[in-house]
T-cell receptor
């Protein structure tokens, strides 16, 4: 069974610190990787997508992909209390119809 | 990204009844997806709906329980039939971006079954 694994947390970081969120996936042939942010009671919101090995930066967010290790991460620099949310890792494992598989999500708490 | 709306935003239903959830998009999209998110869990894909063809259901989900319609390129419905308390969940529709395999989500429908 194809899986996406995340530590459910909570991950607590002080305001201004770097939050590091990690995700592993089981299908070596996966090509597309996504990070979504989900505030409590809200629907998921896309933060980043990444398709190639290496780093991709967008503002305070950096996504890192290592296909050899089947590992994708999200770094949040200068963490703010407004970053407190659940972060979902999603992977397109090539199941057709653009099907993506979601991890359980990591709950991030940024402490003022 | 597309603007997606869902109706109703929430509902409380009695056991044995059915509820139809509507998903409306402000632009034409090829693929629409229906997910379920149970309390404390991640998103589980129920089915994929393409216009003009029958929905494709994931393992563990059947058409009799979750019938789906996709009458045009901007609209879809999901019906939760013969509901039980185990169907209490958030139901989300999403659409593809059209140019990549990125998905964007509607606001969700929070369903409670008593």
């Amino acid at each position: 069974q194809k899986e996406v694994e995340q530590n459910s947390g909570p991950l607590s970081v002080p305001e201004g610190a770097i939050a590091s969120l990690n995700c592993t996936y089981s299908d070596r042939g996966s090509q597309s990787f996504f990070w979504y942010r989900q505030y409590s009671g809200k629907s998921p919101e896309l933060i980043m997508s990444i398709y190639s090995n290496g780093d991709k930066e967008d503002g305070r967010f950096t996504a890192q992909l290592n296909k050899a290790s089947q590992y994708v991460s999200l770094l949040i620099r200068d963490s703010q209390p407004s970053d407190s949310a659940t972060y979902l890792c999603a992977v397109n494992m090539g199941g057709g119809y653009q099907k993506v598989t979601f991890g359980i999500g990591t709950k991030l708490q940024v402490i003022p | 990204s597309a603007v997606i709306s869902q109706k109703p935003s929430r509902d409380i239903c009695q056991r044995g009844t059915s509820l139809t959830i509507q998903c409306q998009v402000d632009s034409q999209v090829t693929m629409m997806f229906w997910y379920r998110q149970q309390p404390g869990q991640s998103l589980t894909l129920i089915a994929t709906a393409n216009q003009g063809s029958e929905a494709t259901y994931e393992s563990g989900f059947v058409i009799d329980k979750f019938p789906i319609s996709r009458p045009n390129l901007t609209f879809s419905t999901l019906t939760v039939s013969n509901m039980s308390p185990e169907d209490s969940s958030i139901y989300l529709c999403s659409v593809d971006s059209g140019s990549t395999d990125t998905q964007y989500f509607g606001p969700g429908t929070r369903l409670t079954v008593l």
